[in-house]
Each structure stands twice: as C-alpha cells, then as structure tokens.
C-alpha cells in the first residue's frame, strides 16, 4: 500500500470502513458510513486470576461505536477502561464474548493474526508515551510502516511532524523532547498507518492541564483528518473541548 500525501477526502473515502455483517447503515443521512459500526462488542467478559482468587472485571459488556465517532470512556480508577482498552488491541485475550472491529471478529484470531490485526488497523497511544527510545523520531514514525510492508515516505512523516508542530525534529530522540512533544510525536505513529481505530489510554495523564488541552486537540483533530474513530479512556472528562459520546463504565459495563 503507497502512502503519498493526500488530501483529507481521500482519506476519509479510503477509509470507508467494510460494512459488519448484519449491520446495516442507516439511510437518508450525509454521510452514507457514518452509522457503520467501527466497533461492536457483545457479551465481554474478562477476569484476572491472580493466586487462588478469580477477580471478574467485565461482565456481559455491550458496546457499540460508529465509524468517524470520538468516543470517550469514562470510570473510576480500577473500573476496567485499561483492560476494555487491551482486550479491544488484541493486547489482552477475552473471556467471553465478541469484538468485531472493522468487519472481523478479532476473538477468533490466532495469536499471529491478531497481531497482524492490530499492526494495520488499530493506533494505540499509551499513557507513558512509549516511543521507542533508541529510534528517532523520523524512526519511530517509520516504524508501523515498516511493520505493515507500506512504503516509508519521508516527505509525508515530515509533513507529519510539521502538522503535529514538531518541524524539523525528525533526527531528535524521544529524550530530547519534552512529555507534551513525545505525546504529540506517539499521536502521529498511531494515525501514520491509516488505521480504522485508535485507541487512546489515559494519553494524557502524564502531562499538566495546558499541555493535556492542547494534546487533546490534537488528538481528535489528527484522527478526524485522517478518517478514523477515537476511543479514549479517562477519568477527567472535563478537559476536553471537542463533542463526545461519553461511555461510563461501571461494575463491569456500559450502561446506554
Ligand atoms: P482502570 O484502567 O479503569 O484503572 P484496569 O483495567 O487497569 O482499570 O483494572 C481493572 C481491574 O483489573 C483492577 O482491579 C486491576 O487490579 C485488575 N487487573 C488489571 N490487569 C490485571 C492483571 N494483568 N492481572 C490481575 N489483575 C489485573
Ligand atoms: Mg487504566
């Protein structure tokens, strides 16, 4: 797959998401795929065993997103957001249930599938940054690319940076920036390779309020651009200036 720079309609037609099987979109609206599911969960159950105690942190979750949507997972501390985050990456194997992204059930995948899955279809931006740190920037960027077989197109990762406002620092290492940057440089590895959904945990829970603001638009705008679906994880909703559809986790599920 080439990666040229182009504009935002040709993403966002790209990335027409394939339809799930026994979902049909609703009609009359502007946007034919808007009400396309992105991402259907049913019946999710998961618990950790840890000794001889088995502690079940979902339980039957529903969960249903729409293509193009930002969507804002909301609980308290333990409620299970990092773990509905994981088993939806494919980081983590369910209990129970079904996830079906983007038309495949990924809780049927082999493990080698799975990854793949998660390789060219999902973006994931961590807490903690987690760029890897002897790479440069231009190399972590380069890196899902490289992962998916895509051609690695430096004018693109260059305009990349210039539009998460990091010109130029594509020979800097991960150190060298400060939190906010390295957020902003993980924000682009995780839309570099057009992938339907990206997942964001707690993204900005290592950062102060006026850079978490800042962060957070860039986030939602960059997924926007590039015509993918937001679901983000936290517990301080109030910083966020753009609409959402707000999910509240709470004893194991979704309630709405
Ligand atoms: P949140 O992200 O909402 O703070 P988590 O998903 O991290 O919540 O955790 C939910 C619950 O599951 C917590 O009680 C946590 O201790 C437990 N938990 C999470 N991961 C593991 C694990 N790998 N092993 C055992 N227990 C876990
Ligand atoms: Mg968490």
New binding site residues.
Partial sequence: MHAAPVSFRYYAQRCQPRAVPGIRARQGRRNPWQNVAVLEIRNLYKA?V?GTEQ?S?LGGLDLRIDSGGFAVLI?R????????LNLIAGIDRVGGGSIVIDGTDISTLAEPEITRFRRSRIGFVFQSFNLIPTLTVAENLALPLQLNGMRVDTDRIEGLLARISLPGRLHAYPEQLSGGEQQRVAIARAIVHQPALVLADEPTGNLDTMTARQVISLLTETVAEHGATLLM?THSPEIIDTPYTALR?EDGRIDG
Wanted: aromatic share 6%; no cysteine; hydrophobic share 25%.
């Fill in positions: 950790y840890t502690r942190v609980g501390s333990g409620s299970g957001k990092s773990t509905l994880a986790l």
